[in-house]
């Protein structure tokens, strides 16, 4: 949100209380809490006009600094609130003449004591991070309203880059850009976005997180063009500078707050066929689909029913169409003897011609309005009411039919939809602020199916499908893009989406392949298929067509299968990054800047990303087959080719559709297994450990099994080509050396 015209001129329609300068301060036990008056105080008579700002800092947690900005105390409390960690540290705190400061770990707030001179710096081990400075923290009166913002601004340095604030369409980097923190259904192709976390992280060793889930406005070096301003409505607000050494420290602290992602199911690595949303389907059809994935050889771990799985204008009401599924409890059990696991679609509405709606009205399970009426709209569901997830009750009912299609044979559910959700005249069972509860309510909507899958299917079994999302969603995965277009223009913004929101700390994300809307022409739909097949997860699903591969040609299915099999080999590599991302909060498709910072070549690369730490891959976005991408410092070599390329560059190559740069990093130990066909197996059991250029040293590597565990450990010494392995595994193994483009079998 803007509140100036120009640097100098702020505009005409606000009165502004700026932080000026220090007063007087008090320090606690744990707490430093500084006065600062909106003007100049040279006699006592100053201090008789306001506005004056309160500004209180405390350690939440090791290298975090917690900073609340409070103008009026005395309006009432209403929430929602983030679930946030609870580990305060005991601050260090220092005074001088000139100076008092407070410390986190290595992290540090020092704030100016000089006339007029306002300022909050904040440094880690001697190195100077951001500041606030003149004319940045504030509150701001609308005169004409009575609506007050509270205002931040951070300085950004020469050459910082700022990245995150969830799953953004938007440029990568969002340096110039406008960031409203407000979840909206816009699709793919747009500024706005399903999924907004009001968190940032830049290139210089900081992130920023604002603990408010109403809607928080982000000036990117755009109002501003050497600071991030921040504001939202209110008297108060409260954020955090979060210090890491590396970007993925960084996230590993954001994580540690607002929590790490669950580890999803082991089955849900492989492919997803769905019927797609609008298509015709009976169990015949979705019969047929899976024999021809079956026809053609190409593994299928999970199998989707979408949206008319239910009668139409009844979403939702849980129960199976009786004129296409007359029998679903056979059904399920046919399929699951197939092997596939079992997902169904859902969502919080409750249309009207729902036999649930009238439930739903006489026990007050549905958001009201301020009279008491069930609040509806015909937008979506004709006539429908939104799920009072404030309510136990409601929550209660709701998953009680969710349970009877647990029962039934379902695995899991798609949670699409959650950010339609009203502001205006309404209100909660618990009271809270319908502001700051449309952005929270995805959160709430997510836990509560997640949590009731952990109860009925046991913690590690537990995933959702999910579409919307705020800080903290990262816990109930996975979540997938969004409505894209099925075209190599949506496929790059897709990714753009998924770089940021691993960014923002979500470990696990998917899209759909070949794009929702419209149907791709078979190059796109080739190769998104070996994109979706590297991303975390991976989901054939459109609107209203088939999005199975002979409906694009014979060659389709031959690059389908050839990177599912591919998938399901890297397994065990994959499983160890996904178990990476529950423990640390660091994702499995990441941006170049995580894994390489300090390469400034790698800090914009919006093409291309790491899966894990060890894979570069770069998705073909042209119809020619040309793709340029950039390779870090040292030896890489392809997977697919056996081809060494020296990095530290920008490279160009052209590929056919069975090929993407696919690139090993040097010094890897790559696990593959035996199995091609299953995303779940024993992936310790005759794994191969292809060793790329080595370095003569000793290099490690950990196995889990399905559930995440520790279950093989291998250290393997080099000295020129031969590896000696110590390992305390009785499963058998072999290894590849791979050395100046040559390869070795050694056992």
Request: proline share 5%; net charge negative; hydrophobic share 35%.
């Amino acid at each position: 949100m803007k509140f100036t015209n120009g640097y100098w001129v702020l505009k005409p329609e606000y009165e502004f209380g700026f932080a000026t300068e220090y007063y007087r301060s008090q320090i606690t036990e744990d707490r430093l809490e500084v006065l600062c008056p909106s003007m100049s105080i040279r006699e006592r008579g100053d201090m008789l006009t306001g506005p004056l700002l309160t500004v209180a800092f405390s350690a939440p947690l090791q290298n975090v600094l917690r900073v609340n900005i409070r103008h009026f105390d005395g309006a009432v409390e209403r929430g929602p609130y983030y679930e946030l960690a609870q580990e305060p540290v005991q601050p260090v705190f220092e005074e001088n003449e000139r100076t008092i400061s407070i410390q986190s770990g290595k992290l540090k707030a020092t704030i100016s004591k000089a006339q007029s001179g306002w300022k909050v710096a904040y440094s880690a081990e001697g190195r100077m991070l951001t500041e606030s400075g003149y004319r940045g923290m504030a509150r701001a009166l609308h005169k004409a309203t009575g609506q007050s913002y509270m205002i931040d601004s951070l300085y950004l340095d020469v050459g910082e880059r700022v990245y995150g604030f969830g799953e953004r369409f938007t440029p990568y980097v969002k340096n110039g850009q406008v960031v409203e923190c407000w979840n909206e259904d816009g699709g793919t192709a747009s500024e706005i976005a399903y999924k907004t976390v009001p968190f940032y992280m830049t290139n210089r060793g900081y992130g920023v997180f604002v603990e408010t889930p109403g809607d928080v406005s982000f000036e990117v070096a755009s109002e501003k063009v050497e600071r991030v301003q921040f504001s939202h409505p209110g008297e108060s607000m409260t954020y955090d500078i979060i210090y890491g050494e590396t970007p993925k420290d960084i996230l590993e602290r954001y994580t540690a707050l607002t929590g790490r992602p669950a580890l999803p199911p082991a089955w849900s690595f492989g492919l997803w066929l769905t019927t797609s949303f609008t298509t015709s389907y009976d169990e015949q059809t979705v019969t047929k689909l899976i024999d021809g994935m079956a026809k053609y050889d190409i593994p299928l771990n999970v199998f989707h029913f979408d949206c008319y799985w239910m009668k139409g204008y009844n979403w939702c009401d849980f129960a199976w169409d009786s004129d296409t599924f007359p029998d679903p409890e056979g059904m399920l059990t046919r399929l699951k003897s197939r092997g596939l696991h079992i997902c169904v679609w859902i969502n919080p509405y409750i249309a009207q011609a729902s036999p649930l709606f009238d439930q739903g009205k006489q026990n007050s399970y549905l958001i009201q309005k301020d009279n008491g009426d069930v609040w509806q709209t015909d937008m979506w569901q004709p006539g429908m009411g939104v799920l009072d997830v404030t309510n136990p009750q409601a929550k209660a009912w709701f998953c009680g039919y969710l349970k009877r299609l647990l029962d039934m044979g379902v695995d899991c559910f798609k949670t699409d939809f959650g950010e339609r959700i009203p502001v205006r005249g309404i209100k909660y069972s618990d009271g809270g602020d319908p502001v700051r509860m449309h952005n929270y309510y995805t959160y709430l909507y997510n836990q509560m199916v997640f949590e009731l899958l952990e109860r009925e299917r046991g913690q590690g079994e537990a995933m959702l499908f999910a579409r919307s999302a705020t800080a903290g969603g990262q816990k109930f995965p996975v979540h997938w893009g969004g409505d894209n277009s099925a075209c190599y223009v949506s496929m790059a913004e897709t990714l753009r989406a998924g770089l940021s929101l691993g960014q923002s700390g979500f470990g696990f994300w998917s899209h759909d392949i070949s794009g929702f809307e419209k149907t791709a022409p078979a190059d796109v739909y080739k190769r998104w298929c070996a994109f979706g097949m590297l991303s975390s997860h991976s989901r054939l699903h459109g609107s209203s067509s088939y999005r199975v591969p002979w409906l694009f040609g014979e060659e389709s299915c031959a690059v389908l299968k050839e990177f599912v099999n591919l998938k399901c080999r890297l397994m065990p590599y994959l499983f160890g990054a996904a178990v990476e991302a529950h423990e640390h909060g660091v994702p499995m498709l990441r941006a170049m800047m995580l894994e390489f910072p300090g390469d400034i070549a790698a800090e914009p690369c919006d093409t291309q990303y790491m899966l894990g730490d060890r894979l570069l891959v770069a998705p073909v976005f042209h119809a020619d087959g040309h793709v340029d991408y950039y390779l870090p410092e040292g030896r890489w070599t392809s997977l697919l080719t056996g081809k060494v390329v020296t990095g530290g560059r920008w490279v160009r190559e052209t590929h056919d559709f069975h090929s993407l740069p696919l690139m090993v990093r040097e010094n890897t130990v790559l696990p593959m297994g035996e199995c091609e066909t299953h995303a779940d197996y024993d992936y310790a059991s005759g794994v191969t450990l292809h060793v790329y250029e080595p370095a003569d040293g000793t290099l490690t590597l950990t196995i889990p099994d399905t559930k995440g565990m520790p279950d093989a450990h291998y250290t393997l010494t080099v000295r020129g080509d031969t590896v000696h392995v110590d390992t305390d595994t009785q499963k058998p193994y072999h290894i590849v050396l791979y050395r100046n483009g040559k390869t070795a079998a050694l056992c």
